[in-house]
């Protein structure tokens, strides 16, 4: 084997590894080529929204006519007319005690009054024949003292039979009050006493509780408002009475306040334990709905409307306790605001402070920007200005 050819294979490796570097050296480098196009975001400026600060509250419904039917006379019960949980209405008949004492009273009150009647008109006649003969001059049949005792009877009689009559109208108004009426319309509960059991009345003896009748339509709803609330109620009122003022409230499988009513009353103090004063409004309840002892949350107005900037709740970040949007300023490098939020409109929310009618807001590609970061704005399709809307509601 010669030299050249032991050398020929080496020299040709040499060779090839020189040439890949010289290669490289004429193709462009990636940072060469340009930098990364910015990103693109959609940006979007503040609308102009007429909204009306809203408050929530926590409460319950209570029935504006509840009744604990007890009965009026004592007696063993005889009939129950009715089935647990109906609806009655005022002046059905419920229960019956048992009505033969009662119509034996009845009887014998009546015996007693046609006894004094009878006696009223014997003395009656017996002062006709007095004043007869004392009216007679001529003759000294009767003294004018026994003229004065039989008149004295006849009045005595006369005051018998009122007395009588009014012991016969007790005797008919007890034998009534065997016959125990809704006194107002709405749903009865369970029955407490069973047939056969002793009912026992007033005087005495604690009554019986028979039953529960609450009122279902209208129904009120209570709730409690703080101090500061109550104030921004009183202000946007101008001093003047919240009754009728619209409420809207929603139960706790709601996803809105669906269910319109009125504010009917608040109380004239506030509690010194709790700071709050007790409010009621009043719903219609003609479906049955809603149930004594029920919760739900309420909304009322607690401003007067007014104009304020919105933007998308999604623009809103979170830096620590402030919140911030993202604005593009000059030569489209994004900027930090500091804003203060409203309350929430819808998909919108509020902006008390920080931005102007100007600013364009970075409504999408919030995860590709940063402050200082140069972006590739592109605007929103205007959409048609929403109608007026009340504000979310502070809950309380």
């Known amino acids: 084997m010669t030299l050249a050819s032991t050398l020929a294979p080496r020299l040709w490796v040499v060779l090839v590894a020189f040439a890949?570097?010289?290669?490289?050296?004429?193709?462009?480098?990636?940072?060469?080529?340009?930098?990364?196009?910015?990103?693109?975001?959609?940006?979007?400026?503040?609308?102009?929204?007429?909204?009306?600060?809203?408050?929530?509250?926590?409460?319950?419904?209570?029935?504006?006519?509840?009744?604990?039917?007890?009965?009026?006379?004592?007696?063993?019960?005889?009939?129950?007319?009715?089935?647990?949980?109906?609806?009655?209405?005022?002046?059905?008949?419920?229960?019956?005690i048992d009505q033969r004492p009662y119509l034996i009273a009845?009887?014998?009150?009546?015996?007693?009054?046609?006894?004094?009647?009878?006696?009223?008109?014997?003395?009656?006649?017996?002062?006709?024949?007095?004043?007869?003969?004392?009216?007679?001059?001529?003759?000294?049949?009767?003294?004018?003292?026994a003229f004065d005792q039989r008149t004295q009877a006849a009045r005595a009689a006369a005051a018998t039979v009122m007395s009588q009559e009014a012991a016969v109208h007790s005797a008919q108004l007890?034998?009534?009050?065997?016959?125990?009426?809704?006194?107002?319309?709405?749903?009865?509960?369970?029955?407490?006493?069973?047939?056969?059991?002793?009912?026992?009345?007033?005087?005495?003896?604690?009554?019986?509780?028979?039953?529960?009748i609450v009122s279902i339509d209208p129904i009120r709803f209570e709730f409690t408002i703080d101090e500061a609330s109550l104030l921004r109620i009183l202000r946007r009122k101008g001093g003047a009475d919240v009754s009728g003022d619209p409420v809207a409230l929603k139960l706790i499988d709601d996803k809105d306040f669906i269910y319109p009513g009125k504010l009917d009353f608040l109380n004239n103090v506030i509690d010194r334990e709790t700071g709050t004063i007790r409010g009621r409004a009043v719903f219609e309840n003609k479906n049955g709905v809603f149930r004594p002892g029920m919760f739900a949350r309420?909304?009322?107005?607690?401003?007067?409307?007014?104009?304020?900037?919105?933007?998308?709740?999604?623009?809103?970040?979170?830096?620590?306790?402030?919140?911030?949007?993202?604005?593009?300023?000059?030569?489209?490098?994004?900027?930090?605001?500091?804003?203060?939020?409203?309350?929430?409109?819808?998909?919108?929310?509020?902006?008390?402070?920080?931005?102007?009618?100007?600013?364009?807001?970075v409504v999408n590609g919030l995860m590709r920007v940063r402050p200082g970061v140069t972006v590739n704005p592109q605007m929103a399709e205007a959409s048609p200005p929403p109608a007026a809307a009340p504000a979310a509601p502070t809950a309380k």
């Open 106 to 145: 009845l009887d014998q009150a009546k015996a007693n009054l046609d006894q004094a009647k009878a006696n009223l008109d014997f003395t009656k006649a017996d002062l006709d024949r007095a004043k007869t003969l004392l009216e007679d001059r001529t003759s000294n049949a009767i003294s004018k003292q």
């Open 298 to 361: 309420i909304r009322l107005d607690s401003s007067a409307p007014y104009q304020s900037l919105a933007v998308p709740d999604a623009a809103i970040g979170t830096e620590q306790v402030n919140k911030f949007v993202y604005v593009i300023g000059p030569e489209n490098k994004v900027l930090q605001k500091v804003v203060t939020l409203g309350p929430l409109v819808g998909d919108m929310r509020v902006i008390r402070s920080g931005l102007t009618a100007d600013d364009k807001v």
């Open 20 to 96: 890949l570097p010289l290669a490289a050296c004429g193709q462009p480098s990636a940072q060469q080529q340009g930098a990364p196009p910015p990103p693109q975001v959609t940006v979007a400026t503040p609308q102009t929204k007429t909204v009306t600060d809203q408050d929530e509250y926590v409460g319950r419904f209570v029935a504006i006519d509840e009744v604990n039917l007890r009965a009026r006379v004592a007696g063993y019960l005889d009939k129950i007319h009715f089935t647990d949980g109906q609806m009655v209405k005022e002046g059905d008949l419920l229960f019956t």
């Open 174 to 212: 007890d034998l009534t009050f065997t016959e125990v009426r809704a006194p107002v319309s709405g749903r009865i509960g369970d029955r407490r006493v069973s047939v056969g059991n002793y009912v026992a009345a007033g005087s005495g003896a604690t009554p019986t509780l028979l039953a529960v």
